[in-house]
């Protein structure tokens, strides 16, 4: 059916936006996958010896999350391919849904950013003691990733005492060759002096899933208007 300027425009930009949206639900429902099965870490979810709560939930955030981004990208291009009514009323109302979800999770996350941080810390513990107990390559890398990213080293910070010191980064000036922050300080720090950029992430992301929400209203608007001029 035959759209004019804007209707064109609003269906590129949600083909880009199912385009970053599959990409972000393929990464982590493939990251949640390879740290659920994993040989190194499904050991975790089968006893109770090991403290890991907040492990295992983060890993099943992950997956639930990476489902409900691929459910909605699939809905959302079957909408926009097809210029289905049904289909784009649908990916209208999970739109509206996930943005609500987006922009309360940026307010609760900010009022209570000591508890979140304190969680994030918990989930990083998690996995610095699962490589220091299996030494696996890949959650390795995310130690690295983690190190390089907020600019710690594990939970001493201490050169000398530091057990995985290998993944930190390289120090910066002499004092840090001796003692360098320590990451679950820094991550509690970072969400204490930074929730209002995090709430403004959040929130972000929700505005941006409202502008795919007018622009699946648009899109629905100039479907139905070329059906009824189709009708007559």
Not at 91 to 119: C, D, M, P, Q
Not at 152 to 179: M, R, Y
Request: proline letters at 3%.
């Amino acid at each position: 059916m035959a759209l004019d300027g804007c209707g064109v425009v609003c269906k590129c930009l949600l083909y880009i936006f199912n385009l970053i949206f599959g990409i972000l639900g393929i990464a982590m429902l493939g990251l949640g996958l390879w740290l659920r099965f994993s040989e190194n870490t499904r050991p975790i979810f089968e006893m109770n010896a090991f403290d890991s709560t907040t492990f295992v939930i983060g890993v099943i955030v992950l997956i639930v999350l990476g489902v409900v981004m691929l459910f909605v990208v699939s809905v959302g291009e079957h909408a926009v391919c097809y210029e289905k009514k049904c289909a784009l009323h649908a990916f209208a109302v999970l739109l509206f849904i996930l943005a609500a979800a987006e922009i309360t999770v940026g307010v609760l996350a900010y009022s209570s950013r000591e508890e979140v941080g304190k969680k994030v810390a918990e989930f990083y513990n998690s996995i610095y003691t699962l490589f220091v107990a299996r030494k696996d390559v890949g959650i390795g890398v995310t130690l690295v990733f983690i190190h390089q990213m907020l600019h710690c080293c594990g939970v001493t910070g201490i050169a000398l005492l530091e057990i995985v010191k290998e993944t930190c980064p390289a120090p910066q000036g002499v004092l840090e060759t001796l003692l360098m922050p320590t990451c679950p300080g820094v991550i509690t720090d970072f969400f204490n002096n930074n929730a209002p950029m995090v709430m403004a992430t959040f929130i972000g992301i929700g505005m941006s899933l409202m502008i795919a929400l007018v622009c699946t209203i648009v899109l629905l608007k100039q479907i139905k208007t070329g059906a009824s001029r189709y009708s007559y």
